[in-house]
């Protein structure tokens, strides 16, 4: 059961990162780049934890991993609007 | 399963180095070592050598990561490379075929690996990567605490005349209620514990004064950047002090080893002695960790500049 739940919330996990990755290639400015990133991978991040947290074998393991998927959502949003803010810096 | 998975990642690691050679901007190249330095990594995790992934991740990729992109930010502004690369890659490619012939015709053996567990717990400390360096290779490591000391002299020495004596790096402009101003309010105290954390538990598991001493700067430069706090200046005489802390500690307890060797037979240069061998060793850890969280902070923050 855990196993399956693994393999179905990571592949959709996988989902993400790829349609992440197509947008960060094909959009056509900074913008846009950055809103394909933070959203889909950060989503794609979330659903991989979930599927490994079905695999952990202890309340430790599984804080660690909310506490990875909870630091990476902070720090890619900061890093997100901080590249914003000079890329519209940039473009006056 | 776990063959694909090694076979896609030594391909990964390839193809991101040959990526930082051939790269058409030094931007791309200096991400690119990024990049590899992760995967490197990622290669050390398989491997089961937690402390090098650790310092790997930390150091290889991350701090020089960030001095590659603060020293292209420095350069002038100019796209093309200084040159072609093709002779270092060749000299890399060679070096690379002559480690691995090197390693090829090693004759089987199982290393030094039992060796050291067996004399880790005498030496104190049950991490047998904290045992070789703190007490069977100390040696390297002072020397190396006091390498870092001296990169950042010779970083130091690049200020102009009238900047000397401001905090080290570019005066910070921050907006007080700014993404980065709260970004800097929630990661330092996770990221102390953390680096606290992997300092003490070096003794016994993966961690140790480099591993922590780069989370613990990092906090230190976030600090810094979201203007929290001021960084103190160059000349500033505690600044100094916790900078030559650690390696003035290392060094004062291998004197006290060369002295007492004068009358007792087991204790020389280094030495620890093996009845305190574990405290001393956190001891040297604690001020290590100290003073190379300042150094790697100061060495990333750059030297004093009086205009942005």
């Known amino acids: 059961m855990g196993d399956v739940f693994s393999v179905i919330l990571t592949s959709a996990a996988l989902l993400f990162y790829v ?42 393991t599984l804080g660690k991993l909310l506490l990875t998927w909870v630091l990476a959502l902070i720090a890619a949003g900061a890093a997100a609007q901080l590249v914003a803010r000079t890329a519209l810096g940039d473009r006056r | 399963m776990t063959l694909a998975f090694d076979l896609v990642l030594c391909a990964m690691i390839v193809g991101a180095a040959i990526c930082a050679a051939v790269a058409g ?67 890399g490619a060679g070096l690379a075929l002559a480690l691995g012939w090197a390693f090829l015709a090693l004759p ?94 070096g003794t016994s598991r993966p961690g140790g004064a480099f591993q922590g001493g780069t989370v613990l700067a990092a906090v230190a430069l976030l600090v810094s950047m ?10 500033s005489g505690a600044l100094r002090l916790v900078l030559v802390a650690g390696p003035l500690v290392f060094l004062g307890m291998a004197f006290i080893g060369a002295v007492l060797s004068l009358w007792q037979p087991g204790a020389a240069f280094l030495a620890l002695p093996e009845a305190h061998a574990k405290s001393l060793i956190l001891g040297i850890e604690l001020m290590l960790t100290l003073s190379i969280a300042v150094t790697l902070a100061a060495l990333v923050a750059g030297p004093p500049e009086d205009r942005a």
């Open chain 2, 25 to 91: 901007t030094i931007f791309a190249a200096a991400v690119f070592f990024i990049v590899y330095g992760i995967f490197v990594s990622l290669a050390w995790l398989r491997l089961d050598a937690f402390d090098v992934a650790l310092a790997e991740a930390a150091m290889g990729a991350g701090l020089t990561g960030i001095l590659l992109l603060r020293a292209l930010g420095r350069m002038p502004a100019s796209e093309d490379r200084p040159g072609p690369a093709l002779a270092p890659a060749l000299a």
């Open chain 2, 108 to 201: 089987e053996s199982a290393g030094l690996g039992p060796v050291v567990r067996n004399a880790a717990p005498g030496a104190g400390a049950e991490n047998p990567v904290t045992a070789v360096l703190l007490a069977f290779r100390a040696w390297d490591t002072l020397l190396e605490t006091i390498v870092l000391l001296a990169a950042l002299l010779g970083v130091w020495a690049l200020s102009r005349d009238e900047a000397w004596g401001l905090p080290p790096g570019l005066p910070q402009r921050v907006r007080p209620d700014g993404v980065l101003a709260g970004f800097g309010r929630i990661l330092p105290p996770i990221g102390a514990v953390v680096g606290v954390y992997l300092v003490w538990a």
């Open chain 1, 19 to 60: 349609a992440g990755t197509v947008g960060l290639i094909r959009f056509p400015d900074t913008h846009s780049r950055l809103h394909a990133l933070t959203k889909a991978d950060n989503l794609g991040l979330g659903l991989l934890i979930l599927g490994l947290m079905a695999q952990a074998d202890g309340w430790v």
């Open chain 2, 226 to 235: 979201a203007g929290l706090a001021q960084a103190p200046r160059v000349t």
